[in-house]
């Protein structure tokens, strides 16, 4: 009986970089939407961590305006991505969009517990989103239509 043996060396490192494209988009990425990208995984991962209070309410009351607000942006925010990856030029303003909603927490932060260094911290985060996706290389990456 012969035995097959998976192929080793480099001709495996060449298979495996071939057969994984988004590996290879993400490295050709620029920086401005690598930052926008991590932005929105961990607006997405702050979702996903308070989806139990919506359920909890959503037991008493099926249809609350907190769970309205909360499918809305994760929908909004998993369109956005989609088409981030995707290089469409309609993400371009989507993506400055659900950038702005750092300006609103930024301004709830600084009545409620966080203080004015939360707030600070909140306002530079946008300027430097907002900055890093309005630069040239950034712009190209939205080329599809």
């Given at each position: 009986m012969e035995t097959v043996r998976a192929p080793s060396g480099p001709s495996r490192a060449v298979a495996v970089g071939q057969s994984d494209p988004m590996l290879q988009l993400i490295r050709q990425m620029p920086p401005g939407v690598l930052l926008f990208l991590?932005?929105?995984?961990?607006?997405?991962?702050i979702l996903g961590l308070t989806m139990p209070v919506v359920i909890d309410q959503a037991v008493q009351t099926p249809i609350t305006f907190i769970g309205l607000v909360w499918m809305g942006l994760l929908a909004y925010l998993i369109f956005t991505m989609t088409l981030v990856l995707q290089r469409k030029q309609a993400a371009y303003g989507l993506s400055l969009g659900l950038t702005t909603l750092l300006l609103p927490l930024a301004a709830i932060v600084v009545f409620g517990a966080g203080g004015w260094i939360l707030s600070i911290v909140l306002v530079v985060a946008f300027v430097v989103m907002v900055w890093s996706l309005r630069r040239p290389r950034s712009r190209e990456w939205f080329c599809e239509l």
């Amino acid at each position: 009986m012969e035995t097959v043996r998976a192929p080793s060396g480099p001709s495996r490192a060449v298979a495996v970089g071939q057969s994984d494209p988004m590996l290879q988009l993400i490295r050709q990425m620029p920086p401005g939407v690598l930052l926008f990208l991590a932005y929105a995984f961990v607006v997405l991962s702050i979702l996903g961590l308070t989806m139990p209070v919506v359920i909890d309410q959503a037991v008493q009351t099926p249809i609350t305006f907190i769970g309205l607000v909360w499918m809305g942006l994760l929908a909004y925010l998993i369109f956005t991505m989609t088409l981030v990856l995707q290089r469409k030029q309609a993400a371009y303003g989507l993506s400055l969009g659900l950038t702005t909603l750092l300006l609103p927490l930024a301004a709830i932060v600084v009545f409620g517990a966080g203080g004015w260094i939360l707030s600070i911290v909140l306002v530079v985060a946008f300027v430097v989103m907002v900055w890093s996706l309005r630069r040239p290389r950034s712009r190209e990456w939205f080329c599809e239509l």
